[in-house]
């Protein structure tokens, strides 16, 4: 294959475990959707309860279902509903669903009594991030929904959550506020005869970063594949987390160039001085961002030969042009895109992290897109 990816299992149940450590007595929900970020959502989500997660959360209830079939019987939460689903499988298949709105609990309540079972439901709560969840103002009346329904025997509530929209910027005072907006709402719960369940807010930059957040059950997604959701306060490798997926490919081409020629479409990059250039067969149409060539500031680089070789010029569908410097390595040579870098003790290696900020993203968008036709190789115990 000219360009793979690789996906480190036994770096997903150590971030796992990682993160349990952190999470005292609270449980650890690894989030496996958009295909585990890319990793794959069968085996990341394998890895990870291998390496003490308890729940699964993804988005879509498709998602889940494939989680299923593939065998996996531990508790998954599908958050987010669109009117006109079979949430009847979803059901019988004892996935639990996020509900947010009366549509949402009815279609819920039908499955039940479709399926004969009790639907296991979270409530989801808007506490400041202005993204799904109820309302505040329609808290109050969705609980007595939910109630009579609780009452009749169609739905248990397992748990009542909200979102962090900036728990990723340390000490930003919504993070504070979106928790007190919580607290009011659970005792709401409580006061209108609803048991909230497990009480869960944190995503991966609040389980690491903020205790107060924690609560019962943390939703993990992009700590896991070893990524900071803070990079700049706190860089993977201080997390102790390891970056699992390393993008591979092998050179296609290397060949001199003299000083001044243009490079790539448009000819953006015009070279200084003599150099070699290799040709990387890996372009945004493997998910790579075309961006990386267009954002001011520090360019994408991949390494060959031990050392960190820039991108010329713009990314291509198919490739990348890469500076090597007046070394004339064999065509087919390793080259590492991105991989785990200074979490692994190989400081020039470029991570997806380095991608990110050479393409003025976050590194969740970098893994997450490598697409489809690059393949997925699992290594590690629990491949
Ligand atoms: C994606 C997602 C998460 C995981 O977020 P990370 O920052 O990757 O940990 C948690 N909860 C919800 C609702 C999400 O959509």
Known sequence: MPAEA??????????????????GTAQLMAVVKADGYGHGAVP??????????????????????????????????????????DLAAAVAADVDLSVAAPWALAEVVAAARATGRTASIHLELDTGMSRGGASPQRWADLLDAVAGHVAEGSVRVRGTWAHFASADAPGDPSVDAQLDVFAAAVATARARGVDPGLLHHANSPAALLVPRARLDLARCGIALYGLSPAPAAAPAARLGLVPAMTLTARLAHVRPVPAG???????????????TLGLVPVGYGDGLPRH?????????????????????????????????????PAPGAPVVLFGAGQAAGRPEEPTAQDWAEAAGTIAYEVVTRIGPRVPRRWTGAAA
């Not at 996906?7 to 349990?20: H, Q």
């Not at 299923?68 to 987010?80: D, E, F, K, Q, S």
């Open 6 to 23: 690789v996906v480190d299992l036994d770096a997903i149940a150590g971030n796992a475990a990682v993160l349990r450590e952190r999470l």
């Open 44 to 85: 990341a989500a394998r890895a990870a309860l291998a390496g003490g997660a308890s729940w699964l959360g993804v988005a879509h209830v498709h998602e889940a279902l494939a989680l299923r079939r593939a065998g996996i019987t531990a508790p998954v939460l599908a958050w987010l509903l669109t009117p006109g689903l």
């Open 261 to 275: 020629v243009g490079v790539s479409y448009g000819l953006t990059h015009v070279v200084p001085r003599a150099t």
């Open 292 to 328: 990386a060539s267009t954002v001011p500031g520090p360019a994408a680089a991949v390494l060959v030969g031990g050392r960190r070789r820039p991108v010329l010029g713009r990314v291509c569908m198919d490739q990348v042009v890469v500076d090597l410097g007046g070394d004339e």
